[in-house]
Structure formats: structure tokens, C-alpha cells
């Protein structure tokens, strides 16, 4: 029996429907949408369809939906193209139909997560078929906006890539702040193994090569490689022999990530995917 893992399932709604419900919040204020209020009679039905204006991948619909129906449980949300799809310039994502007004109210904040979502699981997909015939996978990073980081993590799986550590409790890494203030490598890593329990794994990051000999010798399970040019991520290769799982981080661009990748490094990760990334133009087009 062949198990197919789905790892674009979204977060649970217990996550990502409260930054929805705020975000209505935010644009509703006081008064409501008082210009679809005013402009549309109350009982005027309307469709209307979410089409990508540029091709991409898409993410985000999840979010769309929730704020339809947080906004009006009435409104039919129909997807075409679920989150994960690739679209092409035109194609239709979703169509809405129902309240007129409701629908225009829920409007900005369905397209201010849809276009930064499918933004990142664009940048990510790019980058994974960048990398398509090495063994390296394509990671993301702890640089989200605060609040959304499960769905800016949800939108990265939707790219194709995966996902680094969600938080500051779920993986230890020792980076060169935490080297300098414990005294070094060695003190850092012996007082996690001190208090961790034995689920928790142990990354230290890296920037030169001896740096590297020395967290091999004390057996931490990842090892980050920060800014090393490819020359120096081959050596890094040599050197660990498989002891660690290496991932590599820093100038991951489309034009670098191939090079980056045929190192024969485990992990490349990328803050730009969440941070950086462009905004994919989707819009909302009314039917006649």
C-alpha cells in the first residue's frame, strides 16, 4: 500500500480564521461597508469570479473563503483552481455568488491574503524548479509577518517547498549571537543537551570551515551554512561525510540557488519567500 502525503494541507481554521476575522475587523471599523450600504439595494444578487491578471501558484483561497464567510454565511464559494494549482494569465481561481453587498464587503481582505499567499507559493515554486534533479529541498525561515506565519508557511508548502522550524520551541539553533553570549560552540550545544528533551534536535549554524569541524565532532544533528560560497559549500559537503544534515542559507537568489544546490547540501532556505516576495495580481471580476 502506497501512502500519498498531502503537504499542502492547510493550518486548522482555529489558526488562520481570527487573523481573517481581524482583518475584517480592520476594514469594517464602526459603520460597516457604508458605500455598498448605501449604493446596492439589499436584496441585489450578484457572481463574481477571482481570475489571475499574471500566471502563478496559487495560495491563499483558503483565507478568501473564511472572510466570504465571516462576511455572510449565505455566499457560495466555488473553487476552480484549489490552493497548490498553478494558473495561467486569465485563469479563473473561484467564483462567488450570493449578496451583492456581502460580497463587495468581503472583497479587499479575500484578495490581501489571496495576492501576497500566491505571491510566495510562486517565488517558492520557482525556486524549487531551480533546483529540480538535486537532492536539495527548498525551506523556509522564521521571517513572516507577525500573525501569519502558519499561512505564510502553508503558502511555501503550496510552492513545493517545506518548512523550517514554526517557532522558537520547536528546534534549537545555536546562531552566532547565541555562540558569542554562551561562550562558544561547544558551551552552547553541552547546555542544550543539559536541558533539552530527547524529541528536540540541535542546529548550530556555521559561517566558516572550522566552525563546521567543530559542531561535527559534537554531533548536532543540522548544521546551517551561512553565506558560504558554493566552493566553500562543496568542501562543507567533504568534510561532514553525512554525520549532520546540512542546509545552506544566505544570497539565495534564482541566479545562485542551482549552484547553491549542486553542492550536495540537504537544505537551502530563503527568507525572501515570506518577506520578499511579489504580490501575484489577482482580481475580482463582477459578471454581467
Known sequence: MTLSLDFTRPPSALLFEPVVRAALEEDLGRAGDITSQLTIPAGKQATAKFVARKPGRIAGLICAEAAFRLVDPSVKFE???????????????????GSARSILTAERVALNFLGPLSG?????????????????????????LPGLRALQKYAVRCGGGFNHRFGLDDAAMVKDNHVQAAGGIGAAVARLREGLGHMVRIEVEVDRLEQLEEALSLGVDRILLDNMSPDDLRRAVALSKGKAVLEASGNVTLATVRAIAETGVDYISSGAITHSAPNLDIGLDFQD
Open 79 to 97: 473553487v476552480s483552481l484549489p490552493d497548490g494549482s498553478d494558473a495561467a494569465a486569465g485563469a479563473v481561481l473561484a467564483t462567488v455568488s
Open 120 to 144: 510566495t507559493a510562486t517565488a517558492t515554486a520557482a525556486l524549487v524548479k531551480a533546483v529540480e534533479g538535486t537532492n536539495a529541498r527548498i525551506v523556509c525561515t522564521r521571517k513572516t
